[in-house]
């Protein structure tokens, strides 16, 4: 007989974690104001409210912790960082910033100009809201099968080089400063990228002189997908396909909260000495020098060590596969999820889950707060409150698909987490025919509302 799967690692340190029933939920809910975002982590019994920054460490990332230098300048947790990030992407110049919000805001201070384009696959949430705090304008090329869950499509994240080129083609060159592809493409439901697709826009970008940037936060699991979906690649490394991959761009933004494995920090890497000279100067002005960036240097020697382990084949397959797991299970169940499966999280396609909650009524957000209160899930709405509003209208944007996201931490949750997970979902999508009304905004921030948004319930 076969022997079975088992995780690449064993279990060091646990946590405890806080039960509570439906009736407290109930309370602590609306004490938030029906804002999952609100809710103290004692309140929840399983967080997947995001994988950022809430994975686990290895014993190798905590030996770091012990080892780091504290210098404010010339740290040598900072050259073996920068060591590190230049190895694996091969991108010359290296500038740490405390997390990937902080690195969008120090390279769009550089390069993005107010009425400027920035085209790219479905921009995730801080990305559009640093492009439109400066009056530039995000542009969505994602390919057309991203916006339906139910192809089966291995590279939903793909730009589409014809929208793409529309783009172009449509307004003058120096309007648009780059490209940015996210890797893996989060709001489209954490679908990959594809080899093909980077090259072909890497060289469309090149005939009309425009840079292309990474937002690179799950890297290592878009080219876990290549090595595993893409034609040529089954035998090579994932470093070498993440060397490739990265050859194709002029420079990357990076939350290594994802794929770094750490509680905090983040980076940018870049080609060009000019953008590093320009980004230095505001890096030192929104974060710290330019050898520690916001981050102190046990955390950069973290993260050292924690982008050589994402990048290791055994351990992808193990992080994917409990994230499939969980998709294979609601799929059993009749629950309509985005497929195929992305790689940190499963995202319930709330359009057919719940089709009865108007979308006026925010029924992504309705979904996700029923999770909760039914079994102490926290999970995130990827939909109409997450959109925000048009910036010159201000009207309500209404995209395509209404999400939620069930964000999986790394090296975090067992199996028996992830069952109870599927089960919960299970009770609640055959009871979906209950719901009626969703939720009324109260309060909202003038930018990315969803952060901090107030709601009530309607009757």
Request: proline share 3%; with cysteine.
């Given at each position: ?14 946590e ?9 939920r ?56 920068e ?71 291995p ?9 793409l080129?529309h ?7 120096n ?10 493409c ?152 985005q ?15 719940v ?50 996201r069930?964000?999986i ?9 992830i ?12 009871t ?28």
């Amino acid at each position: 007989m076969k022997l079975p799967y088992i995780e690449p690692y064993k279990i060091k340190m646990v946590e405890a974690i806080n039960q509570s029933t439906i009736a407290q939920r109930k309370v602590w809910i609306k004490k938030a104001k029906y804002n999952l975002f609100k809710l103290s982590s004692d309140q929840v019994i399983i967080d997947l409210l995001t994988d950022s920054g809430t994975g686990a460490m290895s014993d190798k990332q905590w030996a770091e912790i012990m080892l780091g230098d504290e210098s404010y300048a010339g740290s040598k947790s900072f050259e073996k960082l920068e060591t590190t990030v230049k190895k694996i992407t091969g991108f010359e110049y290296f500038i740490p910033t405390h997390q990937g919000r902080a690195a969008e805001n120090v390279l769009f201070s550089a390069l993005v100009k107010e009425g400027n384009l920035i085209p790219g696959n479905s921009h995730f949430d801080t990305t559009k809201g640093h492009i439109e705090f400066r009056k530039a304008h995000a542009v969505d090329c994602t390919i057309d099968a991203a916006f339906d869950t139910t192809i089966e499509h291995p590279f939903k994240g793909n730009i589409d080089l014809q929208k793409l080129e529309h783009v172009f083609q449509s307004n003058e060159i120096n309007t648009i400063p780059f490209v940015l592809i996210t890797i893996t493409c989060n709001s489209a439901g954490g679908q990959p990228v594809s080899m093909q697709n980077i090259h072909d826009v890497s060289v469309l970008c090149k005939q009309y002189n425009v840079p292309l940037y990474f937002d690179s936060a799950r890297f290592a699991e878009n080219a876990y997908f290549i090595k595993t979906r893409e034609k040529g690649y089954e035998n090579i490394s994932i470093k070498d396909i993440v060397k490739e991959l990265f050859s194709f761009g002029d420079g990357m933004t990076m939350s290594a909260k994802k794929d770094g494995i750490v509680n905090m920090g983040g980076f940018i890497a870049l080609k060009s000495q000019k953008v590093y000279k320009a980004c230095v100067t505001y890096n030192i002005m929104y974060e710290g020098f330019v050898t520690y960036g916001g981050m102190s240097g046990r955390d950069m020697g973290a993260l050292a060590e924690g982008l050589k382990e994402s990048t290791e084949f055994t351990y992808l397959e193990s992080r994917i596969n409990q994230v499939h797991y969980l998709g294979k299970r609601l799929v059993e169940f009749g629950v309509p999820v985005q497929q195929p499966f992305g790689g940190h999280a499963i995202y319930l396609d709330a359009n057919k889950f719940v089709a009865n909650i108007a979308q006026e009524e925010y029924r992504a957000q309705s979904l996700a707060i029923e999770l909760y209160i039914t079994a102490g899930i926290r999970s995130v709405e990827i939909g109409t409150i997450l959109a925000d509003r048009d910036p010159i209208t201000r009207d309500n944007r209404y995209p395509k698909l209404e999400l939620v996201r069930l964000a999986i931490p790394r090296r975090t949750y067992t199996l028996s987490h992830i069952e109870y997970i599927a089960i919960a979902i299970k009770n609640v999508f055959e009871t979906r025919n209950e719901a009626k009304r969703g939720y009324d905004i109260t309060w909202e921030a003038p930018i990315m509302r969803h952060f901090t948004v107030e709601l009530e319930k309607l009757s």
